[in-house]
């Protein structure tokens, strides 16, 4: 199974809401797909999605590291459930340079979510800088230690370097391997590592047919139901081992590849196995 997992950010509105789960209810998308929502559209994304029987699971993009109490504006891990959730995204690039979410933070982020049953996607990535610097993996290696003993069934790891989020630039296959075998290496083979930064409809066979991607974290894309949709047909038919001719182009970059990801409509994607639990 290959995880495909949008993040709407703070973009779309009701009537998209509205226009888009209806048609990926359509396309017969399951356990293997997730939708980030903002928080406000939780509530009409899980009635869409139980009258619907689907297993698409719902999700949010933060949540508060405190169970209850006077924090006005925030939102519990016990609320999200309370409205569907079965993950949330903890430690996203733009959370930490924005709202400068530290380590400490995202830490204690990830207690609440794991205490409260949630599946957290734990996003990871070095900056520019770090890169440049020759530091990528130590950056790395700070963050990953908070996930030490926590058994691998319990979360994912979506590396994002935040380099490559939301600008079009997308890392290179080897970039990818490199890190995401850096992060299986520390945290344990079994590990869920996906990869968020740029991937979109035309370029997703060559991240996610790659053997250490274990699923797409993907931003902008997932507004248009086409393009989550191709990106969904080509996750389904990675898992499924099938050959995709893009993937024998040579990887120099990922940006550049040829627009057709040759997807096959109608191909349920249920995998409930890795779910268990959530
Ligand atoms: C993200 O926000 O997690 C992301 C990967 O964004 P984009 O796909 O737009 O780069």
């Known amino acids: 199974m290959k ?14 809401l509205h226009s888009i789960v209806p048609t990926l209810l359509q396309d017969g998308l399951g356990a293997a797909v997730g939708l ?31 169970p209850f109490g006077g924090y006005t504006g925030e939102i519990s891990a016990a609320m999200l459930k309370e409205f569907g959730c079965k993950l949330v995204l903890v430690g996203h690039p733009e ?19 794991l205490g409260a049953g949630l599946y957290p996607v734990y996003c990871v990535g070095e900056t520019l800088a770090q890169r440049e610097g020759g530091l990528a993996r130590q950056a790395m290696l700070d963050e990953l230690a908070l996930l030490a003993g926590v058994p691998s069934d319990r979360y994912a790891v ?37 990869y968020g930064g740029s991937v979109k409809g035309h370029n997703a066979a060559q991240v996610l047919g790659l053997d250490s991607v274990d699923g797409v974290l993907v931003g902008n894309a997932a507004l248009s139901a086409s ?7 080509t996750a389904n038919r990675c898992a499924h081992g099938e050959p995709i001719e893009l993937l024998k182009k040579p990887r120099a970059g990922l940006i550049d590849a040829d627009a057709g990801a040759h997807p096959l409509p109608g191909m349920p994607l249920i995998d409930g196995a890795f779910w268990r639990g959530f």
């Open 227 to 233: 393009e989550f949709l191709s990106i969904c047909r």
């Open 36 to 66: 980030c929502l903002p928080y406000p559209y939780l509530s009409a994304a899980h009635s869409l999605l139980k009258a619907a029987r689907s297993q698409i699971k719902l999700g949010a993009q933060n949540l508060s590291e405190h």
């Open 95 to 113: 959370r930490r340079s924005m709202y400068g979410e530290t380590r400490d933070v995202t830490a204690s982020k990830l207690h609440a979510a």
């Open 3 to 16: 995880m495909v997992i949008g993040n709407w950010k703070m973009n779309g509105n009701i009537d998209l």
């Open 158 to 194: 979506a590396y994002e370097p935040s380099w490559a989020i939301g600008g079009g630039v997308t890392a290179t296959g080897a970039d990818i391997n490199e890190m995401h075998l850096f992060i299986k290496d520390v945290l344990g083979a079994g590990t869920r590592v996906l």
